[in-house]
């Protein structure tokens, strides 16, 4: 298991999971429109803040997720996915493992942060069992479907680190 940089030859990939318009706003938020694009891939991944990495299990990859610089010492964890052939056997809690590892050590992180919709149980009992505690919860803030979704704020504090 490791996590490699994304680059441009795998843009296609990461089009092909993202598959749906509910799907799109689940992982990308309001920053990217369905179908999600090459172009708008580039422009995203641009940004100075911007760390996208590929989560690889046995040289095939499986999954996507982003580091946000927010400042020298504080970084959110963004556009988290495991391709659905994948979904159901922890990998997401490894890669997310990986990640803060790589955040604390390569990236000098000592607070990550996140974004979760309310009603992504999955995803908050995941963040919660790696010990991300919540810090606020955006009642209504995001609406898709014509339904409002609230966006629950997590953060940990980067004191220890993990091994794989």
């Known amino acids: 298991m490791e996590l490699t940089t994304f680059t441009e030859k795998d ?35 641009r940004q100075r803040e911007v760390s996208p990495f590929l989560f690889q299990v046995n040289g095939e990859n499986i999954g996507f997720v982003e580091l946000y610089r927010i400042s020298p010492q504080h970084y959110r964890i963004c556009r988290v996915f495991i ?15 990986l990640l803060s590892d790589k955040a604390r050590t390569e990236f000098g ?4 942060s996140l974004a979760v919709f309310g009603h992504n149980q999955i995803a908050r009992r995941s963040y919660e069992s790696l010990g991300f505690k919540v810090t606020a919860i955006e009642k209504g803030t995001r609406s898709y479907g014509g339904e409002m979704w609230d966006l629950v704020r997590m953060e940990k504090w980067l004191t220890e680190s993990y091994s794989v």
């Open 83 to 97: 391709s659905d052939d994948y979904r159901g056997q922890g990998l997401s809690k490894q890669m997310l493992m």
């Open 11 to 45: 843009f296609d990939q990461l089009i092909g999971w993202i598959n749906s318009p509910e799907l799109n706003y689940l992982w990308g938020g309001p920053s990217y429109k369905f179908p999600l694009t090459r172009r708008q891939i580039t422009r995203h991944c």
């Open 109 to 112: 992180c000592l607070l990550l």
